[in-house]
């Protein structure tokens, strides 16, 4: 895909609705494959990511096909995958193979695994581990990485795991490790992640069972071989995908944009407590529940930002908008400084050199302190006028659209092609609210 310029336009108004949640996406068809009977998912992310995950399943021997908007995912019950007979292709997607890689474990089934040269890239050892202790052998490339090689294990053993750094991925490919495993598996977690994964097992009939560990963090137990049994999931929006219009709508005078039906869980809301926290006007309204889930309205109205200083235990509740929280400190005046960010060496890019070089390169001034990254705000527009290397990371290039849609002169990235792997439609609705896109004058 060419090039793509975003510039400064009118203000954004409208009411709109996002894609599906990418994370409740990846878990609703995992967990219906694990299932006994027909699950019907509604609102499912339609996004590369997703669609790996679909494919994948179906190579294991399980049926899913959609009936207008709805997904049907037909499951074969826990420990019923099989074996598939060709190299499983995941694409950009490290949820799908972190998560699939608990999945098979603990099944009787071998499979080889791969992905793009981004995900080929990135560590798995950290899952690799735990699930080595639970009996899954595996044949991977140097240092632990892709393509992989995955022998479950006819014999599983369940373990209690104390996380060593805060992984909603890795705690979740253990729990589902745990599904096919005798007994009790548990994990133990500083740091609280969002519990995507053992909410969802609950609707599904799993005993999941969550204590406050003392000093913090929680103690989470599953109780292995359940039935599960096949439930029906509405798909809130992903409020990763809401940040961008929101944030946009923030920076740029007179705009008022709500975004309906997006998810709220509070373990997944990092960004809007630090947003507020810089002065933003942010309203929730019609909040409910959907399986487990928070969901509701958001509204976010034009006003001037102030920086602010974001912890680093924030980091679990916000880990994917650092980008685009990093964009709306350049806007803001003062200092803002995200703290703790060593992970964003490891996502799809290293998104903490990234955020550094593409804020410099607009004219905002940008340091790394340690784990932390340091922006002085320019308290209005920036100057822009940089192209930006996004290094075929979706948030990355949606997070510098959103910052050429206020800056002086426009903001390029280098090829928007890795958009569609989360948010398909993003430029469609983007533009519909009044956003201003097009290809970059050579």
Excluded at 349 to 376: M, P, Q, T
Aim: charged content about 20%; some cysteine; proline content about 6%.
């Amino acid at each position: 895909m060419h090039k793509l310029a975003s510039q400064s336009g009118s203000s954004l108004t409208g009411k709109i609705r996002v894609p599906g949640d990418k994370s409740i996406s990846h878990r609703a068809l995992m967990f219906g494959a694990s299932a006994v009977g027909e699950t019907r998912i509604t609102g499912l992310l339609e996004a590369e990511d997703v669609l790996r995950t679909s494919s994948a399943l179906r190579s294991f021997g399980v049926s899913i096909k959609r009936a207008g908007e709805v997904w049907c995912v037909n499951g074969v019950g826990v420990g019923g995958f099989a074996s598939p007979p060709d190299v499983i292709d995941l694409g950009n997607s490290g949820t799908a193979a972190r998560l699939l890689m608990g999945l098979l474990s603990t099944q009787n089934v071998t499979a080889h695994l791969t992905g793009d040269a981004s995900l080929r890239s990135r560590p798995m050892e950290r899952v690799i581990e735990p699930l080595s202790r639970m009996g899954a052998n595996f044949n991977f490339m140097g240092s632990g990485r892709m393509p992989i090689v995955v022998h479950g294990s006819a014999e599983p053993i369940p373990i209690e795991y104390n996380m060593p750094v805060p992984s909603a991925q890795v705690k979740s490919a253990i729990l589902l490790a745990g599904l096919s495993a005798p007994g009790k598996t548990i994990v133990n977690e500083r740091s609280a992640t969002r519990d995507h994964t053992e909410n969802m097992l609950r609707s599904f009939g799993a005993n999941v069972v969550v204590d406050t560990l003392r000093g913090g963090g929680k103690r989470i137990e599953l109780e292995g071989y359940p039935e599960l049994v096949a439930t029906d999931v509405t798909v809130p929006g992903d409020p990763s995908s809401a940040a961008y219009p929101g944030v946009a709508a923030l920076l740029l005078p007179g705009s008022d944009v709500t975004i309906e039906h997006v998810g709220l869980n509070s373990l997944r809301t990092g960004l809007f407590k630090t947003l507020v926290d810089m002065g933003a006007d942010i309203e929730f309204q019609n909040k409910r529940d959907s399986a487990g889930e928070l969901i509701g309205d958001i509204t976010f109205r034009y006003r001037p930002l102030r920086g602010t200083h974001v912890p680093a235990d924030r980091a679990p509740s916000m880990i994917d908008e650092y980008p685009i929280a990093a964009i709306a400190g350049a806007f803001a005046s003062g200092e803002t400084r995200l703290c703790g960010l060593g992970e964003l060496r490891v996502k799809e890019s290293d998104r903490f050199s990234g955020i550094i070089d593409g804020l410099n390169a607009c004219g905002v001034s940008a340091r790394a302190d340690k784990d932390d990254i340091v922006i002085e705000g320019c308290g209005g527009p920036p100057t822009g006028s940089a192209e930006i290397a996004t290094k075929l990371d979706h948030r990355m290039a949606m997070s510098f659209l959103v910052m050429g849609m206020g800056t002086q002169s426009p903001v390029v990235i280098d090829n928007a092609a890795a958009i569609g792997t989360s948010f398909p439609g993003f430029l469609d609705l983007m533009t519909g609210l009044g956003g201003n896109f097009g290809l970059p004058d050579e």
